[in-house]
């Protein structure tokens, strides 16, 4: 039976591990591959954040070992709350200070650096 179940861990951590690659693999295609600063932030995190979140709790998961699973998580819980929040912010800094979108964006919705309001 325990073995079974050993069995069942590793199966499941491997499939962990195979997607958490390919999320990963995906984001460094797309930081190469994609045109301007903007798409390549998008790419690195947003994949980026799930493939090594993904990586993270297969290690967990592999230890298999409560607290360490619990740290797993909570490291998972970080990076997926962190990442994305700091690319937007990054994003919006180098729209102000004027970095240009590709050509093949359609819309730029932000306006562009904002004088100061003067009373």
Same mark, same amino acid.
């Given at each position: ?23 990963? +693999?995906?984001? #460094? /295609?797309?930081?190469?591959? !994609?045109?301007? =600063?903007?798409?390549?932030?998008? $790419?690195?995190?947003? *994949? ?20 360490? +699973?619990?740290? #797993? /998580?909570?490291?998972?819980? !970080?990076?997926? =709350?962190?990442?994305?929040?700091? $690319?937007?912010?990054? *994003? ?28």
């Amino acid at each position: 039976m325990e073995a079974q179940v050993n069995a069942a861990v590793e199966l499941g951590v491997a499939l962990i591990v195979v997607v958490g690659a390919a999320f990963s +693999l995906l984001a #460094a /295609l797309g930081i190469v591959r !994609f045109p301007d =600063l903007y798409t390549r932030m998008h $790419a690195a995190s947003k *994949a980026g954040t799930i493939g090594s979140g993904l990586l993270l709790l297969a290690a967990g998961l592999h230890s298999l070992d409560g607290a360490i +699973l619990v740290r #797993a /998580l909570a490291g998972f819980v !970080f990076f997926v =709350l962190t990442a994305p929040i700091s $690319a937007h912010l990054l *994003a919006k800094g180098a729209h102000q200070a004027g970095y240009k979108l590709t050509k093949l964006s359609v819309i730029d919705q932000l306006p562009q650096k904002e004088e100061p309001r003067r009373l």
